[in-house]
Structure formats: C-alpha cells, structure tokens
C-alpha cells in the first residue's frame, strides 16, 4: 500500500510539471490596427517574462489573430474557450472587437480583461469583461477639457468614423463637454479604410476651425492631418487615444508635428514603482522605449495572473470576482482600483508630436473630470 502511495505521488508530482495555466491573447496582429495589437503582444511577453507561473503551475499563453475584425474577434473568444481551454483573456484590443467578444465570453462566464478599448459599453452590464484603461467619457472630457481651457479654441470640426463604435462614442462625449463651455461644433463622417478627406476639409476650413478632432485610429488620423495641411489649415489637430502607435509619424510625416492627444501612459511620466522597471526592461528586452499600448498589455497580464492568484483557483468565476476586487495594484500606467463595472479610475495624459517624438505635455487628474 505504501509503495502504491508513494508510486502515485511520484505520478502527480510529474504531472505537476507538466501543467499549465492558459491564458488567451486575443489581439489584432494582422488588418488595420495590427500595430495596436503588435504593440500589446510585446508587453505581454515582457510581464511573462517576468511572472511565468501562478498557482504553482507555468502559465501558456495562447495568442489568436482576430485580424482587425469584429466577427474574427468572436469567433477567436470562442475558439480560445471552446478548443483551447483558456481560463481568462487578455484582448480584445479596440471597443468594437472587444464588444463582438465579449458577448461570447459573458455567455461562456469566462473573464476578459481588455487593455485598451475605451467605449464604456465593453463593460457596461457585464461581470466578466474589465480593462485597465480610462474609458471615452473621461477622455472624451479631458480632451475639451484641453481645447477649451488650455488651447482656448472656440470653433472645431470633428472627424467621426461612423463604422467604429469607439470613435462615436469619443465623438459625442467631447461634443457634449465642449459645447458646455460654449465652443461650437462642427461634425463630419467618414468609414474606417477612407483614403480621401478632401470634402470634409472643405467643409472644416470653410467653417472657420480652430481645432480639427479626428476621433479615430493612427491611419486615418494620419491622412487627415497630411490632407488638412496641404489645403492650408493652420489650426491644431487633437485625437484620442487611437493615434497613440508609432505608425502615426511613419505614415504622416511632418503633418502630424503638434498634434495633441489623449494617451493612458509616457514614459516619462513615472507614476508608480513598476513604472520605471517597466521603462528600463522593456527597452533592454525591444532596444526603444515603450509605447501606451505596450504599457497597457503588461498591465493587463499583471492583473489577471494577480486575479487568479488572489482567487486561488482555475475557475473562471472565482477569477473574474477576483479582477474587479482588485484596488491599488501598482502597474506601470498607474495606480489601478478596479470597479464593480470592471473599469478604472486613472489619469490622463496629454501627449504632443514633437521632432518626430511623442512627447509629454499634460496630466490632467480624472477627479476634476468628474
């Protein structure tokens, strides 16, 4: 009996090695925003690096490419649970596709925790859908918080992507806010893939615009800005949190020198204790400095392995509860307390395009927002 005992012990034991606890990754990496998605990949492979295990067990995580795409985004969600095993995932990376997915995961009651998709209906009335960034209310606010206070506009046009459910949504908060210190609006569309911005240029120049608003991602913000300066526009151009990828200056040029936007993290901007080891390792690991998007997959990593570490457990249940228990947790984009609706309070920052760089400008404090 004893030897059997002893055999058995021997058998888990090796089964112990052989383990894993598996965590999804479902990101962009090819299609439209695959620099986003890119970007993400890196900082989590950093914080794996870093925190490899949990429960005593080694964490695998599996990456799955949505393609820039709703549809692919929950089809991923499924294959990640379904065929894969996953516990928990870190994704989807913007608010449409992390909207497609989350319904699958809400169903399946397995957690996600996105990095960066704003639009507050990611989380709205889910318990298994968080983030680690602000959400498009806030900075959607900050950003004619910014215009109106600190850039002193009166008059702006804003570039809505009529196809992405985050650029509607950080277009009517900025709206709503900015007519409030009695600014004036002027909005205009386009669709996500739009090479040509002429007629909306005409509109905006013809309309007397101090400021032009692009509330989409870094490719059409990039063109808008090349197109605008070549008709003459002098004004400011100000974006959100989706011009915040390097492509933004390769693909724009000189066009995007003095642009302002809303961003969850700089590097220069230090917060935390994590924040400078997190600066320093990361350009050990990739040889440049860290981007938000980097900063903000690291961060969502570190928060999960953290959730389930606090739950104890495999059971994805017990590990979303445990995410939105989570207050304090030092990250390297800030301090991080998550809510009972799975978002957090956080800063915003305001970064500039300068000498091909994105440079610090501004902190404004979410509590004033509010």
Do not use: W
Request: proline letters at 3%; charged letters at 20%; hydrophobic letters at 40%.
């Amino acid at each position: 009996m004893k030897k059997a005992f002893t055999t058995l012990a021997l058998f888990c034991v090796y089964l112990s090695l052989f383990a894993t606890v598996k965590i999804g990754a479902l990101l962009p990496l090819t299609g439209g925003v695959s620099a986003f998605g890119d970007l993400v990949k890196k900082g989590i492979e950093l914080a794996q690096g870093e925190r490899g295990t949990v429960l005593g067990e080694k964490i695998e995580v599996v990456y799955l490419d949505t393609r820039s795409e709703k549809t692919e985004a929950a089809n991923g969600a499924a294959r990640l649970i379904d065929k894969e095993g996953v516990i928990a995932i870190v994704g989807e990376v913007i608010s449409g596709n992390s909207l497609a997915a989350g319904e699958i995961v809400e169903k399946k009651k397995v957690p996600m925790i996105s990095p960066s998709s704003t639009n507050p209906l990611v989380t709205q009335g889910k318990k298994f859908v968080s983030r680690v960034c602000f959400i498009d209310p806030v900075q959607g606010i900050a950003l004619a918080e910014f215009a109106s206070k600190t850039l002193k506009v009166k008059k702006v046009t804003v570039f809505t992507d009529v196809e992405q459910d985050y650029s509607v949504g950080l277009s009517n908060y900025f709206m709503e806010r900015f007519k409030k210190y009695g600014g004036q609006v002027l909005q205009v569309q386009y669709k996500s893939g739009d090479q040509e911005f002429s007629a909306q240029l005409s509109q905006a120049l013809s309309y007397g615009s101090e400021a032009i608003v692009v509330t989409g991602y870094y490719n059409e913000i990039a063109l808008v800005a090349q197109q605008a300066k070549s008709l003459g526009y002098k004004g400011y151009i100000l974006t959100g949190d989706g011009a915040d990828a390097p492509e933004l200056i390769q693909i724009g040029g000189q066009a995007v020198e003095g642009l302002y936007f809303t961003a969850h993290y700089h590097p220069d901007a230090q917060i935390t204790s994590v924040s400078k080891k997190f600066v320093d390792a990361y350009t050990k690991k990739f040889g440049s400095k860290p981007s938000t998007f980097a900063a903000l997959g690291y961060d969502a990593y570190m928060l999960l392995v953290e959730a389930i570490d606090r739950a104890k457990s495999k059971d994805p249940e017990r590990i979303a509860a445990a995410v939105r228990s989570i207050q304090n947790f030092q990250g390297a984009t800030g301090i991080i307390t998550i809510d009972s609706n799975g978002n957090p309070n956080k800063d915003i920052i305001i970064e500039v395009v300068k000498n091909k760089q994105f440079a610090f400008a501004a902190v404004i404090s979410a509590n004033s927002l509010k």
